[in-house]
């Protein structure tokens, strides 16, 4: 069964973006695009502030929107890509479950962020959060705003873009504690796509006697070369299958979530890892990606592992 790649729509502005992101994907990958919607009413988290109850549409006029919102999304993503197979589906079911359904068969599924501003970063829906948190499949997060809609700029000397291809960079947020195949694979794949520069930010802790003793700054070049080295034998078989992708790497110390926002203000797409946990609460999305989520300006690729 040829996997599709899948975007969930609700009629925002963001699921607009995701749709249209979603469609360009779908051209490098030469994938079928498939836009879902889940038409079943949701009652809001709130109860408005007269005190009185929200009225439930009529299942008829819910499917009629939901019918409208695929054949319009469909006529403007069609726009100019004669070759592209769309598919439409809409799903009985209230959001999360439909879109966690419809991830099971994807290659990735598409999603929006609701836009707050340019300086605020986008903050998430509870449906994007909860199907996040849940989904095994890679999610991509698009926000509304226009930085995410052209990938390619003429200036290549411009900061974050590659002298030799002219393209945003893909930005790799990578653990060298646990680095997972898929996530490493998932970056790699998108920048040789996208005849882009692969950018590898990564952080490590120093030692916790660094800061006492006089040879600590011998120490610390130490620990800094142990780190270059265990990152070449990281990268090294990735570079192998990838030889035309262009590497470049960023050294952190600490955390390295303030530096993968600051990334993405130059990036076509940050990509991520988040470890499936089994407890039964929290949001199981981890605190860098976490804060990624509600401040980066690009779209960004969760890729679930282990």
Known sequence: MTRTITVGLDGS??????????AREA?????????????EWQPPAYAPPTGLGVPVPPSDLQHAWARRLLDETRTRVAEGRPGLRIDTDEV???????????AEDAELLVLGSRGLSKTAGFLLGSVS??????????????????????EARPEPSAR????????????????????????IDFAF?????????????????????????????????????QV?????????????????VEVSTQATVGGAGRHLIDA??????????????RAAVGAHIGPVTQALLHHAAAPVAVISHD
């Not at 051209?27 to 038409?39: E, H, S």
């Not at 270059?228 to 570079?239: F, G, I, M, N």
Request: aromatic content about 6%; hydrophobic content about 45%.
């Open 228 to 244: 270059r080295r265990e990152l070449a034998d990281v990268l090294r078989p990735w570079q192998e299958k990838y030889p035309a």
């Open 189 to 225: 794949d998108a920048a040789s796509r996208r005849a882009a520069r692969l950018r590898i930010v990564h952080g490590w802790a120093l030692p916790p006697y660094y800061y006492s003793g006089e040879l600590m700054p011998d120490l610390n070049d130490r620990t800094a070369t």
């Open 160 to 183: 974050g873009l590659s002298a030799a291809t002219d393209h945003r960079d893909v930005v790799l947020g990578l653990d060298l504690h646990k680095p997972d195949d898929a996530v």
């Open 13 to 22: 502005p963001t699921s607009v973006a995701a749709a249209d992101w979603a």
């Open 27 to 39: 051209q490098l990958r030469d994938l079928p695009l498939r836009l879902v919607t889940a038409w």
């Open 129 to 150: 959060l909860s199907v996040l948190a849940s989904c095994r499949r890679p999610v991509v997060l698009v926000r509304a705003a226009g930085h995410g809609e052209e």
């Open 92 to 102: 009985s079911g209230l959001p999360v479950p439909a879109l966690l359904k419809a």
């Open 264 to 277: 993405s203000h130059d990036a076509a797409l940050v990509v991520v890892g988040r470890q499936i946990r």
